[in-house]
């Protein structure tokens, strides 16, 4: 067989019957034991949908067989048009190394080009070699990396982050629930080194967590600020020394703010922790109404910080 022998298809919910019996990532053989928890998730996206995105398979079909070979899910956010999720990549094994992944990488990369989609993040694992490469030599970027090897990698314009992600100061920003339409750019928000530091003891990093599907959130109150639909900024509360522990992180002051104020609003006892180093957030926390109350030293990675508390 050969990569010229299979036809690429771009799939909309209802999907075909022999397409949801191919599909890979619902099978426990495929999906492995330490991704079994995700089954549900999966089989939601393949029978029902999920809302909040528009989402497509692109798929790759044997032409001699008719048999389905290839697929990779993508979902484009409701809020962010322009952002899009790439996961869930698979090619039949009797087909692999052939050239059929980088014909569904092709397709997907026209097919949401052609929809206007400029930035598109995808998970996989340091140590899939083969993925990470071919991802790669395609544009991706690795952005973040959790120590268990989990990574995402990014592809977009130099600079675009930034500027998806910083409010125009002469427009409101308003704050609200978490709501599905987020899930894709809130994953993008926090797939930046520099996003989860002080976010890390809720797991809200890596893609261990995946907001768009995974992320627990009940485990925690969330307030997410946003600017003409897009999130700019996310808040999360937890119970922990006697009252809500909160933390947040945006790329921008009053983003910050306005998600914090919300959120230390609606808890009891809101505090906060930050390094002293950390200017932006401390500031976007005093926005809040919190005020600094002492600070402390502690080993965080092997490295001494020091971390300011703040009140409210
Ligand atoms: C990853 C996967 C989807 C790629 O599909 P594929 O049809 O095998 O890919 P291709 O034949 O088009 O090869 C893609 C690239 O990988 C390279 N490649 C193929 N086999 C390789 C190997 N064993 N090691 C390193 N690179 C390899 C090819 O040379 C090609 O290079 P290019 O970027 O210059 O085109 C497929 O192998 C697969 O389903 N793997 C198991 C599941 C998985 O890992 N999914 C990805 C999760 S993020």
């Not at 921008?252 to 609606?266: G, K, N, Y």
């Not at 005020?291 to 409210?312: K, M, N």
């Amino acid at each position: 067989m050969r990569a010229d022998d299979v036809s690429l298809h771009v799939l909309q919910r209802p999907f075909p019957e022999d397409f949801v019996a191919f599909y890979p990532y619902v099978r426990p053989e495929v999906l492995g034991p330490e991704r079994s928890g995700w089954r549900g998730w999966l089989c939601r996206v393949i029978e029902e949908g999920v809302p909040g995105v528009t989402d497509r398979m692109i798929a790759a079909r044997d032409t001699t067989t008719g048999e389905w070979v290839g697929v990779v899910w993508t979902s484009v956010s409701l809020a962010c048009p322009e952002l899009a999720h790439f996961g869930w990549f698979y090619v039949a094994e009797r087909c692999q190394g052939l050239g059929v992944g980088g014909r569904v990488i092709a397709t997907c990369l026209d097919t949401l080009g052609a929809d206007g989609v400029r930035m598109i993040m995808l998970p996989t694992q340091i140590d899939n070699e083969r993925a990470v490469g071919m991802y790669y030599r395609r544009g991706w970027e690795l952005s973040i990396i959790d120590p268990r090897g989990g990574v995402w990698m990014v592809r977009e314009p130099a600079g675009f982050y930034e500027q998806t992600f910083t409010p125009d100061p002469l427009r409101p920003i308003r704050a609200g629930e978490p709501q599905p339409s987020d899930y894709v750019p809130l994953d993008y928000l926090l797939s930046r080194p520099t996003a989860p530091i002080r976010l890390l003891p809720l797991g809200l990093v890596g893609n261990r967590r995946f907001m768009s599907f995974v992320h627990d959130w009940e485990g925690a109150r969330h307030m997410v600020a946003r600017q003409g639909g897009c999130p700019v900024a996310l808040a999360v509360a937890v119970e922990e020394g006697g009252g809500s522990k909160l933390d947040v992180f945006g790329l921008d002051r009053r983003a910050m703010a306005v998600a914090a104020t919300e959120l230390a609003d609606s808890v009891g006892r809101p505090w906060a922790e930050v390094a002293a180093t950390d200017g932006l957030r401390r500031m976007a926390l005093e926005d809040a109404g919190l005020h600094f109350e002492d600070s402390r030293s502690e080993t965080v990675a092997g490295a001494e910080i020091a971390l300011c508390r703040y009140v409210r």
